[in-house]
């Protein structure tokens, strides 16, 4: 015979939600010595091949293992790094690097100007495939290697003339050009080392490197380690380990930082519901980010192709809500250029204006939205930008009197559907690569692959040509503003909504910490805390 | 039995062959491309990409090339993780995805066989149906709602086990019960309702006339005609429990294989989709094959239809 089983040996449910409910807060003290320092990175690079990486984690692992030219201080201008100095000649067509002879590879060689040409070339070779490589395309013959039209990297405007000086011609003067310096994929690479190792270069043990930390460990999915470089030409690092792990779910990499297992979190590990719970955390930081949020028309679709409408519906939209509805600290927008970036102009734009709109709405035949064909909003299926869908479809409703039909589609059938079936109406957000306005405004050029509206203006073209040769920076300004104008006010092809910001919470024990405006962590001058 | 064991394997390997041939005309199909971005390429990089990964070439040539491949071992770049190879990532993957599963089963069947024999054997006392409840319990709770209680419990409140990455020991614990708890509960479900018929059936009436003891009348008797359901889904279970689970990799931080089924196909990374499903459909095949041969051990009926 079988024993009857225990009586109690299936607790009651109401016992256990009172023994949930009764259990106190988080109580455990963080674990972790103050020599090592702990960050989720949210995912598995794709790549740590600075010519081919194209995302955040990856360059969030590069910018720590590396340094190129430049830097960006803390008013994001570029400042010098291995670069000790630069000439700009030619009216801005030459720029000739002068490299300082301290900086080491991690294998004890001196970086040398070399290293940066046959990085470049490597960039913008086409056998490279490289997705960043038009972002050197203004170098003298950059794009027309990349595309084929000539085999000869030689011909490409980059040079090392001797061990310390690297010359590039552009093909006209290029005023962000220091800035493109800035960019990780710009960094540079050792021939030898990628030649030896093929596709495996980036590994542990084969990769060679030059900045703050050393790639010691890489398990794919899980960690990568870094330990401090003792030969880092600015000083080895306060901390001697960095342990990134790659948990994709935010709660539980909010749980790992609340049991002290984690140091260091950001957006990609705090859910939204948390947010509020956070900011009230010490070491919490809410930094604005170098990205737009916007409603973009297709200005050849009826009735979009009328400006009075494209108007009325960006004056019906009270942009102060998104921060209440998203809680994520966003910043209202009705200019595209970011705040922080040069250029940035909070007075242009379409202000809320809802009499207004109604007015030119009534003008271009359409009185209290009567007659007004049906037309669709589209966005990419994600929580937030239903959120946001919805209170604009209401405030539309509301304001205008029109119901607009909301459409959502996986990211990539979107992406397809914008270049070959476009909606009326469509959701897009852009982050800077490298924090200069023309990254921002080159958008919305007509021949720009990104420019989904169909939206064509040769004077905003000119402004923006204008504007990347200008050096002098009232004039630049000048220049930028009348093309927002254009693009904000006067042909209204887009609606910016908001900026973005990221919030991170450090670990009180530590200090130092960076986290830029672009989404990028450098942990060079993590240290503990002073108590 | 050689000649029931080649057809089988012949069968095996034309469904291989029918899968990989559907999943690379479909995953064609889909609207979007590996390299469409918010941020769009200019023409000339795209055209880059897709001479380096041999896009530009006809469908048909494509798959030649795959297949071709794939005899050789090789299942191609990811166009994602550009710096490895598909075969590397399954290779590095699998086998924690695969020791995941294997803990998982542990848990299901040293969970699902006690609790199912009590349950048919006390049928319709208060212990079937306290089973019944758990059992129910086990299938209704999706992965991420027990997966988030369980950290919840065992990590924020309790202290006793860290809430996810995979580390050591300890750490598989709160994954291997969140994976296992709905096979747990279908294969006790499953056993406990055909342990239930065989009791009533003449010959355990017969056992138990002839006096044998209650233990080898439930065990040797009833137990063992009992099995063949049990067994039919263990097969394809296992082949789902150790190629992974893309939830509860995610939950726990696990660096499996079960997030590519999803994350391949949302990245469009062509030749990932058609690894892991390649991966998949080997070990489900393979299962089965296991599954029909215990069955000819088990009823040695089926071995001679």
Same mark, same amino acid.
């Given at each position: 015979m079988l024993k009857q089983p225990r009586k109690n040996a299936i607790p009651s449910i109401p016992a256990l939600i009172t023994f949930f409910l009764l259990s106190s807060c988080n109580p455990f003290s963080p674990t972790g010595d103050l020599k090592t320092f702990r960050v989720n990175l949210?995912?598995?690079?794709?790549?740590?091949d600075w010519s081919l990486a194209t995302d955040h984690a990856s360059f969030n692992v590069i910018a720590n293992l590396m340094v190129g030219l430049t830097e960006f201080d803390k008013n994001l201008k570029p400042a010098a790094v291995i670069a000790k100095s630069w000439d700009i000649l030619e009216g801005g067509r030459r720029i000739i690097f002068h490299l300082r002879d301290d900086v080491l590879w991690s294998d004890g060689k001196k970086v040398q100007a070399q290293d940066f040409e046959y990085s470049w070339k490597r960039l913008l070779?086409?056998?490279?495939?490289?997705?960043? &490589? %038009?972002?050197? @395309?203004?170098?003298?013959n950059a794009e027309e290697y990349n595309q084929g039209k000539?085999?000869?990297?030689?011909?490409?405007?980059?040079? &090392?003339?001797?061990?310390r000086t690297l010359e590039v011609h552009l093909k006209h003067p290029v005023s962000y050009f220091l800035s493109i310096t800035?960019?990780?994929?710009t960094y540079p690479q050792r021939q030898d080392v990628i030649e030896k190792y093929g596709?495996?270069?980036?590994e542990p043990g084969n990769i060679v490197t030059n900045g703050p @930390?050393?790639?010691?460990s890489w398990k794919h999915e899980n960690e990568i380690q870094l330990t401090a470089n003792p030969d880092f030409f600015l000083g080895?690092?306060?901390?001697d380990k960095v342990e990134m792990f790659m948990i994709n779910e935010k709660t539980t990499a909010l749980a790992m930082y609340e049991q002290g297992r984690i140091d260091f979190i950001d957006n990609q590990s705090i859910p939204i519901f948390e947010k509020p719970r956070m900011?009230?955390?010490?070491?919490f930081k809410a930094v604005p980010q170098l990205r737009g949020y916007y409603y973009g028309f297709v200005t050849d679709r009826r009735p979009f192709d009328d400006v009075r409408v494209r108007k009325a519906f960006s004056m019906a939209?009270? *942009?102060?809500v998104f921060p209440k509805i998203l809680h994520g600290g966003e910043r209202p927008a009705?200019?595209?250029?970011?705040?922080?970036?040069? &250029?940035?102009?909070?007075?242009i734009g379409l202000n809320y204006n809802p009499p207004e709109a109604r007015r030119l709405l009534r003008e271009a035949g %359409? !009185?209290?939205?009567?007659?007004f064909p049906q037309v669709t909003l589209a966005y990419n299926t994600l929580e937030d930008h239903k959120t946001v869908a919805e209170a604009v479809q209401g405030m539309w409703k509301r304001n205008l009197g029109v119901l607009v039909r909301l459409e959502n589609q996986e990211w990539k059938v979107y992406l397809k559907k914008l270049k070959t079936d476009p909606p009326h109406i469509y959701r897009s957000g852009w982050g800077a690569d490298? !924090?200069?306005p023309d990254n921002f405004m080159?958008? @919305?050029?007509?021949?720009?692959?990104?420019?989904?509206? *169909?939206w064509k203006n040769p004077r905003y073209d000119q402004l923006l040509e204008s504007a990347a040769r200008e050096f002098d920076e009232k004039r630049r300004i000048r220049l930028y503003n009348e093309a927002q104008r254009i693009l904000?006010?006067?042909?209204?092809p887009i609606m910016p909504l908001f900026t973005t910001t990221e919030h991170t919470v450090l670990?009180? *024990? @530590?200090?130092g910490l960076e986290f830029n405006s672009m989404a990028r962590l450098f942990l060079r001058e993590v240290r503990p805390a002073s108590r | 039995m050689a000649r029931f064991l080649l057809t089988r394997l012949l069968h095996g390997l034309a469904v291989i062959w029918v899968v990989i041939t559907l999943t690379f005309v479909f995953m064609r199909l889909?609207? +979007? +491309?590996?390299?469409?971005?918010?941020r769009r390429l200019p023409p000339e990089v795209l055209a880059n990409i897709a001479a380096k990964y041999h896009l530009d070439e006809p469908w048909l040539k494509q798959y030649g090339r795959y297949l071709l491949g794939i005899a050789r071992g090789d299942l191609g770049p990811s166009y994602k993780y550009v710096d490895r190879g598909v075969s590397d990532i399954v290779t590095e993957t699998f086998p924690v995805s695969a020791l995941l599963g294997v803990l998982a089963l542990g848990f299901a069947v040293a969970f699902s066989f006690p609790l199912a024999i009590s349950a048919a054997y006390y049928r319709n006392s208060w212990t079937d149906r306290s089973c019944l409840f758990l059992a129910t319990l086990g299938v209704s709770l999706p992965h991420f709602i027990l997966g988030a209680l369980l950290i919840w419990l065992f990590?924020?409140?309790?202290?006793?086990?860290?809430?996810?990455?995979?580390?050591?020991?300890?750490?598989?614990v709160l994954p291997t019960i969140t994976l296992g708890a709905a096979p747990a509960a279908y294969l006790s479900y499953l056993l406990r309702s055909s342990l239930v018929e065989s009791l009533e059936e003449d010959y355990v009436r017969t056992a138990r006339a002839k006096g044998l003891k209650e233990a080898t009348v439930l065990f040797k008797h009833a137990l063992n005609n009992s099995l063949i359901p049990t067994l039919t889904v263990l097969g394809p279970l296992s082949a789902a429990l150790i190629t992974g689970s893309f939830v509860v990799e995610y939950i726990f931080a696990?660096?499996?294989?079960?997030r590519f089924f999803i994350t391949a196909v949302t990245d469009r990374d062509y030749p990932m989709i058609m690894g892991v499903t390649l991966v998949y459909t080997g070990l489900l095949v393979s299962a089965n094959f296991f599954v029909d041969l215990l069955y000819s051990i088990v009823d040695p009926r089926i071995k001679s239809h």
């Open positions: 949210g995912t598995e690079p794709p790549s740590l070779n086409p056998k490279t495939a490289s997705e960043y &490589a %038009y972002i050197l @395309f203004d170098i003298l000539i085999d000869s990297p030689e011909l490409v405007g980059v040079k &090392a003339s001797d061990d800035t960019f990780e994929v596709s495996k270069w980036t @930390f050393l790639l010691s080895k690092p306060a901390i900011a009230k955390l010490p070491g939209i009270d *942009r102060s009705t200019s595209w250029i970011p705040p922080s970036m040069q &250029a940035q102009n909070p007075k %359409y !009185p209290d939205g009567k007659g490298y !924090p200069d080159k958008l @919305f050029t007509s021949l720009s692959g990104n420019n989904d509206t *169909r904000c006010e006067i042909d209204v670990n009180p *024990r @530590f200090t | 889909a609207p +979007g +491309g590996p390299f469409d971005r918010e990590s924020l409140q309790l202290g006793w086990l860290q809430p996810g990455r995979w580390e050591d020991l300890t750490s598989t696990i660096p499996g294989m079960g």
